[in-house]
């Protein structure tokens, strides 16, 4: 699948989202890391509870990721990373036939363990 086909990358939507993506790359640039450590950096710092998974392959992006541990936010920070990230993203990140995709070995939800639940709580 080609980034450029996807809804949020159509030329109606991708001017709108690249003026929020400037603004995260201004941060970033303020605090000497990269869009995507600063994007790291700020699921670290959404509490205790919260921890980013990155994945990867490549040795230098996983040296790229553990390097968003030392990038330090303030609150002022998290504040501008918080608006951004409550905007307004424009097209949808898939085709909407995606969204309704199963894979052929999904079983039906109703033969899923713990489904459903009797009135009592319990599983029937």
């Given amino acids: 699948m080609q980034f450029q086909n996807l809804p949020r990358f159509q030329p109606e939507n991708i001017e709108k989202n690249a003026r929020i993506f400037e603004k995260v790359k201004a941060i970033a640039e303020r605090k000497g890391c990269t869009p995507s450590q600063l994007a790291l950096a700020w699921v670290h710092h959404q509490g205790s509870d919260v921890c980013p998974i990155p994945a990867t392959t490549k040795i230098e992006n996983f040296n790229n990721n553990v ?55 319990s599983y029937l």
Avoid: I
């Fill in 67 to 121: 390097a968003a541990l030392s990038v330090k936010l303030t609150e002022v920070d998290m504040a501008k990373l918080e608006s951004f990230a409550s905007a307004e993203v424009q097209g949808d990140r898939y085709y909407d036939v995606l969204y309704s995709w199963k894979n052929s070995e999904t079983p039906p939800v109703e033969t899923q363990v713990g489904y459903p639940l009797d009135t009592s709580g």
